[in-house]
């Protein structure tokens, strides 16, 4: 039976190491890749609820983006 001196063992742990953080980086990416997919439907349906709701609504556009202005939620008056 062969055996293992230290700089063997260390370059063993190494490579080992090496595998795990391929591994995991793999595994974050597909995971981040899902997260943006399922927040990217997220916004797309809020942006077509919020559609939805000004078309119903009885406001103008000037009445809209008004009320944004005036809430704090958006830029200055100046930029419309």
């Known amino acids: 039976m062969a055996r293992t001196t230290g700089k063997e063992l260390l370059e063993q742990k190494i490579e080992k190491a090496q595998e795990d953080v391929v591994k995991a980086k793999k ?11 399922l927040l990217d439907k997220r916004d797309a349906i809020r942006a077509e609820e919020i559609m939805t709701a000004i078309a119903k609504s009885d406001r103008s556009y000037d009445d809209i983006m008004r009320y944004i202005i005036t809430t704090g939620t958006v830029g200055s008056e100046e930029e419309y």
């Open 27 to 37: 595994k974050y990416d597909t995971a981040t890749a899902l997260l943006k997919k």
